[in-house]
């Protein structure tokens, strides 16, 4: 489909059910798949390999994506861990060193002992990634903005250098959604969702996904998808199908709230430093002008002068935002990174990329900004 965002959002990978006329994508609950002879199906044969309700959502996530292929997984990890598992032992990884808590742990705690070694460098860096690549870099894997302080990688940069070394290269994108970025356009060959924060978009489900354009790369990932079974079922798929049709909508609102909360909190007394790409003094704010439609709704903050108690007392205070892990829901939450999302990292590692015991995460929703506004005035002046 050659259509834009807001229609392929709405339209890409459905269209009525052929046996009943069903507008929306029916909730194919089924395991298995009637053959009338063995091999004489309809290219369905069990589901953990193939089901139409999540066959329309890879699609549907194909498109958005600007991509060939799409594979849904139960999980954001399942995903990542699907393109993990091309490797072999004494293979490369490079990699940031601010990346996802989950991504640090599956890296250094599952693939790590199995032989696979990892380079963590700053990916905002574009000579720092070049210098950790060798002879045995296997896979470059990039994340921006990255969770929390929102650092920037330029994916194009990074994607000349990937073709040039022959390297396979994965972004994962959830802090931008495919409505603000679209890394394939940019060289990337694999791009990653965890489908629970912007793309589903109501915090009901959990989902990961792969996105490319090579037809190759695609089958191998399906022959782990299915081989090891980390996929998501139908209820599922059909709920992030309908939390897709509003994806544009919710990231304006998004960008737009997360601007207004930005600019209030960047002179609040309290805050000692915020990070938001929408400023013109981030470091990536030139980066995230030229590969992001808009600067996203995430921001984070330092409490001035908190120690962990303070900061938790602040992070306890708020009566809109909601204090949980996650983000990209229509509900704004605030996150304690360093007990929380980022628990899992040592914390010297964290502390020397920002993740103080006084940094909070917003992840602003799409409720008035001037509730939001208000709800954090209150709790900052406690
Ligand atoms: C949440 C998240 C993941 C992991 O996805 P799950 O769906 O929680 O498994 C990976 N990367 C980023 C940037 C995330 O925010």
Redesign the pocket.
Known sequence: MNYKFATKAIHAGQEADPTTGAVMTPIYQTSTYQQKAPGDHKGYEYSRGTNPTRKALEDCLAALEKGKFGLAFS????A?DCVLRLLKPGDEVVTGDDL?G??YRIFTKVYEPLGIVFKFVNTSDVDAVTAAITGKTKLIWV?TPT?PTLKLADIEAIGRIAKEKGILYAV?N??ASPYLQNPLDLGADIV?H????YLGGHSDV???ALIVNDEDLYKLLWFYYNACGGTPGPQDSFLVLRGIKTLHLRMKAHCENGRKVAEYLKNHPKIEKIYWPGFEDHPGHEVAKKQMKDFGGMVSIVIKGADLAETFRVASGFKVFTLAE??GGVESLINHPATMTHGSIPKETREKVGVVDNLLRLSVGIEDADDLIADLEQALSR
Not at 75 to 78: H, I, P, Q, T, V
Not at 194 to 197: A, E, N, P
Request: hydrophobic share 35%; aromatic share 8%.
């Open positions: 999980s954001g990890m399942a990542t996802y989950g991504s994340e969770n994962d959830t802090f990653m965890s489908v629970t924060k959990v989902m990961g996650s983000l």
